[in-house]
Nanobody, 127 residues
Framework: QLQLVESGGGLVQPGGSLRLSCAASGFNFNLYTIGWFRQAPGKEREGISC????????YYADSVLGRVTISRDNAKNTVYLQMNSLKPEDTAFYYC????????????????????WGKGTLVTVSS
């Protein structure tokens, strides 16, 4: 059974950092484009970073560019999202996602292209 399980969310002060993890199981991790999305209350789900193993360009949304880094550990079937210089507007549920589409920007900008979702982890940025 395919599963994506996020962890690492929590409460952090503005300017702080968090590292989110996404543990994948039940499928060949290397054959999918993997990404992180977020959804704040009352807002649409937003793709913030997507990448794959095919060598294509990693996508970052303008809203997080320079503050966020996505990485993966293939041996552990785990994807990470390192977030720095967090702002209150980064408060949201963060979701790990996998897609068979190979274009990272397409996956991140078209939510309908996602095939699998995790259940999410809450990040709250507040003093």
């Amino acid at each position: 059974q395919l599963q994506l399980v996020e962890s690492g969310g929590g409460l952090v002060q503005p300017g702080g950092s968090l590292r989110l993890s996404c543990a994948a199981s039940g499928f060949n991790f290397n054959l999918y484009t993997i990404g992180w999305f977020r959804q704040a209350p009352g807002k649409e789900r937003e793709g913030i970073s997507c990448f794959n193993s095919s060598g294509g360009r990693t996508y970052y949304a303008d809203s997080v560019l320079g503050r966020v880094t996505i990485s993966r550990d293939n041996a552990k079937n785990t994807v990470y999202l390192q977030m720095n210089s967090l702002k209150p507007e980064d408060t949201a549920f963060y979701y790990c996602a996998a897609s068979t589409i190979t274009t990272t920007q397409t996956m991140c900008t078209q939510v309908v292209k996602v095939n699998y979702w995790g259940k999410g982890t809450l990040v709250t940025v507040s003093s």
